[in-house]
């Protein structure tokens, strides 16, 4: 009798008709046509990628994947998962998965009918969840509330975007115990994660072998690398290389630390973030970062609050603005803020005259826009080069 799993894609019910049947159809004809088994369809599109992207994974990387973050977390047969990502993303299928590779162990699904900050913290309560996985963006809404972590809370793994440090922060102050932490989809999730709830550098799991190109693109080999992956806009194949390294679309710096031999990976964005005005390289992430510490202290100034403490009130607003750019004729690009509400923008412009005091002259917001809701993934993930496109048309409407 076969061992061997019949081979699933799993797709967003809300994706667009048209998304979802494309994807379908590739689907049928890279791994079921060819009769492949043991294999898992998901759909990506990275952080700004102009089409959707179909990654082929075999449930063996997401086993590989598995077993390394249960052996770093020390996941016992004690241990209750708490779920609160969708099945049909990554995050989701490898907790499931590593709640599977241990005896005894569980999940508890959070949030079914979806994310809602308040009853997802009731459940985790009453459940006595140990372990848990959550993106930014769920991590606000919780601090939000100004809800202190459940005592029986072991590890929080936070990933699925940059973690805000005003945001870590104001967690670690609550007492939520989170690993920042760094993964994709072509990884089958996890690749590393900090040593703990105070340290900001991310150890690369033994799965994973990690190098950089010679311009700073972050290489990877492992046993949880994905097949190939399929750009649904035309079929575009995408996969490691024949020595088995894939070439991810983020910069990062790779360091060799200590004794033990640990590996420490420092990702500096995406290299699509990077724009050039008056011929100097911007680096988004890192100004994106710095926005957020900025205004983080001087929201936290303007109510007495110690450096770097942002009044849980103002949590909400500091979610609803981003940097971006958009091209200029002159200078090659310009930065922009953008608003998710028009009621932020005097606060906006407080911020701002301590933000254009201490950036170079290039980096300088002059022009604020506002935009009614930012288009976002399912994990809340702001899509900036769709952002830009609605800016874009924005514009020319005047």
């Known amino acids: 009798m076969s061992s061997e799993v019949e081979s699933q894609l799993y797709l967003n019910p809300r994706i667009e008709t048209s998304i979802a049947e494309r994807a379908r159809s590739v689907f049928v004809r890279v791994v079921i046509d060819r009769g492949l ?26 086993r590989a994947s598995a077993t390394a973050v249960n052996a770093r977390l020390g996941t016992n047969s ?54 848990l996985s959550l993106v930014p963006t769920q991590l606000h809404d919780l601090v939000a509330l ?25 967690a670690r102050r609550l007492g939520w115990p989170i690993l920042p932490s760094y993964g994709m989809t072509e990884a089958a999730s996890t690749i590393a994660i900090a040593r703990g709830p105070d340290d900001h550098d991310l150890v690369v799991l033994p799965h994973v072998e990690v190098r950089k190109t010679a311009t700073g693109f972050l290489q990877l080999r492992s046993s949880a690398l994905f097949e190939a992956s399929y750009r649904l806009s035309d079929e575009q194949r995408l996969a490691p290389d024949e020595e088995g390294w894939f ?10 630390v200590g004794s033990m031999g640990e ?34 202290e001087t929201l936290g100034r303007d109510v007495g609050l110690h450096s770097g403490q942002v009044p849980p009130s103002e949590m909400g607003w500091l979610s609803s603005s981003w940097l971006t750019w958009l091209p200029d004729a002159r200078r090659g690009a310009e930065i ?21 005091s201490r950036v170079l002259p290039f980096e300088r917001v002059t022009r604020v826009m506002v935009m009614a809701k930012f288009p976002r993934s399912d994990l809340g993930k702001i899509q900036d080069a769709r952002l830009r496109e609605l800016l874009l048309e924005q514009l020319r409407e005047f």
């Open 37 to 62: 088994q043991d294999r898992v369809g998901l759909l990506t599109s990275g952080t700004s990628g102009p089409s959707p992207r179909l990654v082929i994974l075999t449930r063996a990387a997401l």
């Open 78 to 131: 004690q241990d209750v998962w708490g779920l609160c990502l969708p099945g049909f993303h990554v995050g989701g299928l490898a907790i499931r998965e590593r709640v599977a590779s241990v005896d005894g162990a569980r999940v508890v699904e959070l949030c079914p009918t979806g994310w809602e900050a308040s009853e997802a913290l009731r459940v985790m309560r009453e459940a006595r969840v140990t372990l």
């Open 146 to 170: 100004d809800a202190k972590a459940p005592q029986s809370l072991r590890w929080v793994l936070i990933g699925g975007d940059r973690l805000p440090t005003a945001l870590a922060s104001a």
């Open 247 to 256: 070439t991810a679309a983020d910069l990062a710096d790779i360091l060799d």
């Open 263 to 296: 590996t420490v990976l420092r990702v500096r964005g995406r290299g699509e973030e990077a724009v050039k005005i008056n011929a100097e390289l911007v680096n988004l992430a890192a100004l994106r970062e710095l926005w957020r510490q900025v205004a983080a």
């Open 336 to 356: 922009i803020l953008v608003l998710e509400s028009p009621l932020s923008r005097e606060m906006a412009e407080r911020v701002l005259r301590v933000w254009n």
